[in-house]
Structures are given as structure tokens and as C-alpha cells.
């Protein structure tokens, strides 16, 4: 069905997708066609003749995770987990142990970081896609408040480095590093507690 013949607001949707931008007064939808396979993207907004719409895309759903910014994920891992190392090595215990070994292989950690979330996004995202319940504006679909995932993510980068048996202290340090980072990819307005995210493709 070309662009051209559909009108946003009169077609049946089995699901929907909605956000309202404060910033600029205008909603972003991103809607299922019922029966069918094919999505629409659109915006609606109000205008001194009532309420307009423009299509932003439509087409076979493809999804993305986004890139993390690793340069500030490597800051973020080196600073945290380096707070948990103390100076005097005939102290250590198994925090500063673990927290060495992983500052010791730290790209690779940044790598294995990254990659786990945006499993983690691909799986929270879709979901809440489906489930008509993910943000949405011009270019990608989040979710907000499952940050709890985080642990599962970072127990995975933890076993792949050789650490089963992690204290709650490197955990939640490599969990923060993961949070500082994500959190520069929210916004104020429109998406403030989003902790996972796909870039929307329609093919």
C-alpha cells in the first residue's frame, strides 16, 4: 500500500505506539497495520486549523541497537571500579582482586559491556514494541524502568571474564558505568528514564 492512500488516523492498527514531545507539542506513533506486517510511522500535531499529521516512514519493521559511546564507557569503568582498589595489595581481598583483573582486560570489558545491552535492548525494546507500550519519536523506540536487567548483563560480562563468584562491590560499579553512559542518551522531555533503545528502520 503506497504512502500516498494511507491517512494515519483513520487506519485500523492492531498495535500502537505513542509518545507525547512536550518540547515541540506534537505526538510520535508508531503503529502496526491490523493484519498485516506493515508499520507507520507518523507525528501528529495541532495547528490553528485543528490537527494536522505528517508520515514519517512506512514499511517492513527492522530495529537497531545503537551504538555506545565507549570512549566515556572506558572512563566510566576505569573510574569506578579503580575506587574499589586500595593501595596497600596485603589488604586486598576478593573486591580489589576482581576489580584489577577486570581494569587489567579493561577493553575488552567495555566491549563485552556494550554488547550485553544491546542484547538486553533488542529483547526489552521488541517486546514493548509488541506489547504497545515503548516510547517513541522521530527515529527511535525505548523502554523506560527496567534497569534490573542491568544485573543480568553484567553477571554475563562477569562470567565471560572468569568471575562467577562477583562481590555486590564490582557488580554495582561496572552496573553504575553502564548507567552514566546510557543516561547520556535520554532526554529531559520526551525520554528522561529510557535505559534501552533500538533505532526504528522501515524497509
Not at 12 to 19: D, E, M, V
Not at 111 to 127: C, M, R, S
Not at 137 to 154: F, G
Amino acid at each position: 500500500m503506497p504512502v500516498s492512500e494511507i491517512n494515519p488516523l483513520e487506519t485500523k492498527y492492531s498495535i500502537t505506539n505513542h509518545t507525547y514531545d512536550s518540547t515541540n507539542s506534537r505526538s510520535h506513533y508508531f503503529c502496526q497495520i491490523a493484519d498485516s506486517e506493515t508499520w507507520v510511522h507518523y507525528r501528529t500535531w495541532q495547528s490553528s486549523d485543528g490537527g494536522e499529521y505528517s508520515i514519517k516512514d512506512m514499511g517492513q519493521l527492522d530495529m537497531v541497537a545503537p551504538d555506545l559511546d565507549t570512549d566515556s564507557l572506558k572512563t566510566a569503568v576505569v573510574q569506578n571500579l579503580g575506587k574499589l582498589i586500595r593501595d596497600d595489595k596485603d589488604e586486598w581481598e576478593d573486591t580489589d582482586r576482581q576489580a584489577a583483573e577486570l581494569l587489567d582486560d579493561v577493553d575488552s570489558v567495555v566491549d563485552a559491556l556494550e554488547t550485553e545491552w544491546q542484547h538486553g535492548a533488542e529483547e526489552v525494546v521488541t517486546e514493548s514494541m509488541y506489547g504497545g507500550t515503548v516510547g517513541v519519536d522521530s527515529a527511535y523506540a525505548w523502554a523506560s524502568h527496567v534497569e534490573e536487567a542491568y544485573y543480568y548483563e553484567i553477571k554475563e560480562v562477569l562470567r565471560q571474564h572468569g568471575i562467577e563468584n562477583f562481590t555486590h562491590h564490582v557488580e554495582s560499579q561496572l552496573r553504575q558505568s553502564l548507567s552514566d553512559v546510557v543516561q547520556k542518551r535520554q532526554n529531559r522531555w520526551v525520554k528522561p528514564h529510557m535505559e534501552y533503545e533500538l533505532r526504528i528502520n522501515l524497509e
